[in-house]
């Protein structure tokens, strides 16, 4: 089959297509015809070295979401047969004209969606599941503040934030990524290079925080959040480290946690693919999420892709077409 191989640690240009086995798919998995690939920050981190493949996943190609038809199942899987149209989370593998995947990470391409659209859900969809609503207990009528609102996983929190019944602000680099996210249904969105955050939401109140860049904006969302509020990372765009204001965590009792999906374990996964397709998947068949594409590029692009990631003029999703449909 033909995959983009990390060749080395760096520039988007040490990507390049190669020639590689197919996989065989092992107990519990399935073996995926890749139709789509999405794109994701954390593939870029990959590329330049700071983001090791967990065990078990492949170690130089990469790509943590697909949609495509199951060609083969693996023993021991009775939920998937082949010809099943699915998209399915990945710990590596998904830049490829096949990947494996564990049975209980799969779901089936929600009605009414096509490939290209439905690779962009896995990857945000369980971030931001587990991360907002499980461990930031985001509830209906609360006040929820997304950062990077116009990223793949902005687009994704204010969407199901709305559609969960919740107030939504986010913040983001330009006017016109400001109005995509009230599109989407944001009801207040702060252009962070014209204007202080903080100080824009204060006389709103925000309950739960979604927070990808950390550095300064770590005690600006601490000021911020309300009595029980909680706050979020799922990564650290501007440092891991700042001041922290542990009074205004006493006094306010605020929760302070975040997590990184890829390197969690297959049970975790599982549970988390069964409540999302309870949950989510009514609402996204229901229409009240929509896919976001900034751009679809072919397989063998993989580096253009990322140089437009890298730019961070996109919004919403970047996808590699790996089959024309
Ligand atoms: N913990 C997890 O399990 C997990 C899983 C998936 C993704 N993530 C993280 O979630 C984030 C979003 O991922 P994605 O794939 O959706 O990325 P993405 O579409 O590339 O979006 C990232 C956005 O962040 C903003 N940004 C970039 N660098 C910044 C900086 N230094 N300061 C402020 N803003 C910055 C940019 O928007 P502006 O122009 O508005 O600044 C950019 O569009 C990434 O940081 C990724 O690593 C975490």
Redesign the pocket.
């Given at each position: 089959m033909r995959a983009i191989i990390i060749v080395q640690p760096g520039g988007p240009s040490v990507m390049h297509v190669m020639e590689r086995d197919t996989p065989t798919p092992g107990a519990e998995e399935v073996l995926i015809k890749v139709h789509a690939a999405g794109?994701?920050?954390?593939?870029?981190?990959q590329r330049k070295g700071n983001y090791a493949a967990p065990p078990g996943a492949p170690v130089d190609i990469p790509g943590?979401e697909v949609a495509g038809e199951i060609v083969e199942a693996g023993p021991g899987v009775s939920q998937w047969k082949a010809g099943d149209k699915v998209c399915a989370l990945l710990a590596g593998g998904g830049y490829a004209e096949y990947a494996v995947a564990p049975a209980g990470q799969c779901l089936p391409v929600p009605a009414g969606w096509d490939f290209i659209q439905a690779c962009t859900l896995p990857?945000?969809v369980?971030?931001v599941w587990?991360?907002v609503f499980q461990r930031g207990r985001l509830k209906e009528g609360e006040h929820f503040l997304v950062?990077?609102?116009?990223?793949?996983?902005?687009?994704?929190a204010i969407q199901l934030a709305r559609a969960f019944g919740a107030r939504v602000f986010a913040?983001?680099?330009?006017d016109a990524?400001c109005a995509a996210c009230m599109e989407l249904g944001a009801h207040i969105c702060v252009n962070?290079?014209t204007e202080d955050f903080e100080v824009h939401l204060k006389p709103e109140g925000v309950d739960v925080i979604l927070d990808?860049?950390g550095?300064d904006y770590i005690h600006k969302n601490v000021h911020l959040l309300n009595v029980e509020g909680r706050l979020v990372?799922?990564?650290v765009?501007?440092g891991a480290k700042d001041t922290l204001d542990a009074l205004a965590v006493m006094q306010k009792r605020l929760t302070i946690t975040?997590?990184?999906?890829?390197n969690r374990d297959l049970a975790f996964k599982a549970a988390l693919t069964q409540e999302i397709r309870e949950r989510v998947w009514p609402v996204i068949e229901a229409g009240k999420f929509k896919p976001v594409i900034s751009q679809v590029f072919p397989l063998a692009e993989a580096p253009a892709a990322h140089t437009l990631?890298?730019s961070?003029?996109?919004?919403?999703?970047?996808v590699l077409q790996v089959v024309k449909d």
């Open positions: 794109v994701n920050r954390p593939d870029v981190a943590l990857e945000t369980f971030t587990h991360n950062h990077g609102g116009s990223s793949g996983i902005g687009i994704t913040t983001a680099g330009t990524k962070y290079r990808m860049i550095g990372f799922i990564n765009m501007r975040g997590s990184t999906l890829r990631m890298e961070s003029e996109h919004i919403g999703k970047i």
